[in-house]
């Protein structure tokens, strides 16, 4: 869109470039992806002229590539690790409850994702109430991995609990007490501590 003082063409005076603009514009809606980039300074040579917007724009497309991979590893990596679930599930149902522990350990390892990772999928598993099982042991894999990790204890600790599951959550939230006081982590210790007092309100209920 660059400004010309004495233009040549219809399209170089400010009623064609108004046209020209709207033509960009149509073109580009069409696209879900991308970037319109508008620069009055240049004209057919942005390389030379505004070379930073070339730069800009190929990092851009690295940048994206770069987080499009990353995505579909993880989906990769979750399409194989559903495949660990089902089978580890199946083992349950049928009381192979240690080669359901072996399936889904080895897949989890496989995976290669980190504590954080399997948190938020064995939370995310939580809200499932036939999956229960399952669950537990997704959040067990956690605490037997990372095994200094208070939050690794109280969140298996939180699913038993959830699973009315009392005094194994009590041990959980006991042993993550331990390590968050070691490590001086206030969140996760003043957490299972609170998760406790709530296991001494149900108990009063029962």
Do not use: C
């Not at 994702?113 to 537990?136: G, H, K, S, V």
């Not at 959980?172 to 609170?194: H, M, P, R, Y």
Request: aromatic share 8%; no cysteine; charged share 25%.
């Amino acid at each position: 869109m660059q400004k010309r003082e004495n233009p040549e063409l219809f399209l170089h005076e400010p009623k064609g470039v108004e046209v020209w603009r709207n033509l960009h514009n149509d073109f580009f809606s069409q696209f879900t992806s991308g970037a319109h980039v508008i620069t009055a300074a240049s004209g057919h040579n942005i390389h030379r002229e505004e070379p930073e917007l070339v730069v800009n724009a190929i990092n851009q497309v690295v940048q994206a590539a770069a987080k499009e991979k990353v995505r579909q590893e993880h989906v990769a990596k979750m399409t194989a690790l559903d495949g660990n679930f089902v089978q580890a599930t199946a083992y349950l149902k049928k009381k192979k409850e240690q080669k359901a522990e072996t399936v889904l350990f080895n897949g989890l390892k496989a995976s290669g994702f980190d504590e954080p990772t399997i948190n938020t999928i064995a939370y995310q598993q939580l809200n499932n109430p036939t999956n229960m099982p399952l669950t537990l042991l997704i959040f067990k894999y956690n605490t037997v991995t990372y095994a200094s990790s208070a939050n690794a204890f109280d969140s298996y600790g939180e699913a038993l609990m959830k699973h009315g599951k009392l005094k194994q959550a009590e041990v959980q939230f006991e042993k993550a007490i331990e390590l968050a006081t070691a490590s001086n982590d206030t969140s996760t210790l003043q957490n299972s501590k609170g998760n406790l007092e709530k296991i001494k309100l149900l108990k009063k209920t029962k």
